[in-house]
């Protein structure tokens, strides 16, 4: 079952990507792709690691910068499997820029808080 039927909390399986590092700093000058840039560690990590495909999350609130990257085997299931999950992935990251960044949002919501941040 699941649990909007049986109201049965289950487990849930293992992750499907690695995260990898979370890089938060301060910048002179926006970041607009953390893999081009070397002081962030998720350059580093794409550079080394060509068998891996990284997934980077990048926050630009300047001066603020934070860019969270995950990474995943190649040749594992995301890339491998039918599963409905990984089929999306798949059709998600053969997007062009302008696609891509029409399918993905992320709104904020702060719940508490001074009302400026609210806002």
Known sequence: GTYLVDRLKQPSEGAIMKLESFDLFYTDSEVRCAVEEPHCVA????????????????WRMFPLQLAVTYSVDL????????????????????????????KLKVIPRVVEGPWLVKK
Request: no cysteine; glycine share 2%.
């Open 43 to 58: 350059h580093w990590l794409w550079k080394q690691n060509p068998e891996r495909f990284f997934f980077v999350i990048n």
């Open 75 to 102: 040749n594992g299931a995301l890339f491998t499997s039918d599963e409905p999950y990984a089929v999306a992935f798949r059709r998600y990251i053969q997007l062009n820029d302008a696609d891509r960044n029409s």
